[in-house]
């Protein structure tokens, strides 16, 4: 399942998550995660559009009320929002058109049956792989949203304020897929959830400059490395295991290309620093590193290996918060692993080391 571009989770205020209680259906949540863990599965979106599609098959006339039962949903009105949010609105009458197209309706039963498994999902294992991976005390408190929908990705959603967990109702996905998107996704709430009081020092009056603060906040944008390291249960673990043989050679690709990425990704923090790049050109390159898997993910995920293998795991959740240290704790990772590992790894340049330094306490 693609995983979409990101909301940066150090770009807002990470406020205090608000519990807020919907006649929804709930996930079984159960075991070592009780009190952490709070997931909803809000399918009202789905449920509507399979309403409108079953009406379809059977030349059933399809009224002005089935059509309000979905623009009204949760799910819809807030992944119209979302959409918009990332500059790709849509409106109800190109939804419609995709609601009413043949090659939606071919695929009626799956989607069906796909939703209902996923409305029994148990998401124990998944959530407690991704609380093995954030602070003591993490909390992953979220709605998850199956939807039907033109674009083929998933995504989190307003995480500071009411999290959701998007996700397209994919027929395709194996059970042990989408608990690792599940893990994933709960990795990004979690994270939200633990690291409100970094984004506070990083506000416009820490005394930070702001170019600084900016190539802090794209730092946080490798916790997809970390999110993918805790959806594969540990660094031994390939995270692609559970994909299909084009995805995980995809990532096996961009991987060879790991220490040309970070190079590249240097010199785009460096540009940033040295104010040589306008916003609109931050927020393409920026834009291009989450690719569908690409140095945000890759990179991330290859320096959160590095660490917890020559620090252990409470070394690299420490990291995980604080993204004054994780470059300097991967070089130093590096550096104490020595060449016996029998790979070459490139380090973070000192003028990026130093500007970092500079401002953590």
């Known amino acids: 399942m693609t995983i979409s571009f990101k909301t940066r989770l150090w770009s807002v205020p990470l406020l205090t998550l608000i519990a807020v209680s919907y006649p929804v ?36 006339a399809i009224t002005a009320q ?45 989607l069906a049956g796909t939703l209902d ?26 709605k998850i949203y199956p939807v039907i929908k033109p674009k083929v990705n998933s995504f989190v959603f307003e995480v500071t304020t009411d ?26 709430i979690g994270y939200a959830h633990s690291c409100a009081g970094v984004a506070t020092q990083l506000s416009g009056d820490s005394g930070i400059p702001a170019n600084t603060r900016t190539v802090l906040e794209w730092i946080g944008a490798f916790g997809e490395g970390f999110a ?23 990532w096996d690709n961009d991987m060879r290309n790991f220490n040309a990425d970070v190079k590249k990704v240097d010199r785009f923090f460096l540009d940033i620093l040295e104010n040589t790049l306008s916003p609109d050109q931050i927020q393409e390159t920026a834009g291009s590193f989450f690719g569908i898997q690409g140095p945000w993910y890759t990179v991330g995920w290859k320096m959160a290996v590095t660490i917890e293998r020559r620090y252990g795991r409470p070394r690299l959740i420490e990291c995980l918060c604080d993204p004054r ?15 016996a590992a029998g790979e070459s790894q490139t380090l973070w340049s000192p003028a990026l080391i130093k500007a970092m330094a500079q401002h953590k306490e």
């Not at 996700?167 to 989408?178: A, D, G, I, M, Q």
């Not at 390291?229 to 660094?235: K, S, T």
């Not at 240290?325 to 060449?339: D, E, F, I, M, S």
Request: charged share 25%; net charge positive.
């Open 25 to 60: 259906q709930s996930a079984r949540c159960t075991g070592p995660a009780d009190s952490s863990v709070s997931v909803r599965i809000v399918a009202d979106e789905a449920d509507a559009v399979l309403s409108i599609l079953a009406k379809n098959r059977v030349h059933d």
């Open 66 to 110: 089935n059509w309000e039962r979905l623009f009204t949903s949760e799910g819809y009105v807030r992944l119209k929002k979302r959409e918009a949010s990332v500059q790709r609105a849509f409106t109800d009458d190109e939804f419609k058109r995709f609601v009413l197209s043949d090659s939606l309706a071919a695929k009626f039963d799956t």
């Open 325 to 339: 240290a994780l470059l300097t704790t991967y070089n130093q990772a590096v550096a104490g692993r020595g060449a």
């Open 228 to 250: 993918m390291l805790a959806a594969a249960g540990g660094p031994d673990v390939h995270p692609h295991a559970v994909s299909g043989p084009a995805e995980r050679a995809r």
């Open 163 to 188: 999290p959701a967990i998007f996700l397209y109702l994919n027929p395709e996905v194996s059970r042990e897929k989408f608990g690792n998107t599940l893990a994933h996704e709960f990795h990004h």
């Open 117 to 142: 498994r996923w409305k029994g999902a148990e998401i124990t294992a998944a959530a407690g792989r991704a609380l093995a991976y954030l602070p003591a005390g993490a909390e992953i408190r979220t």
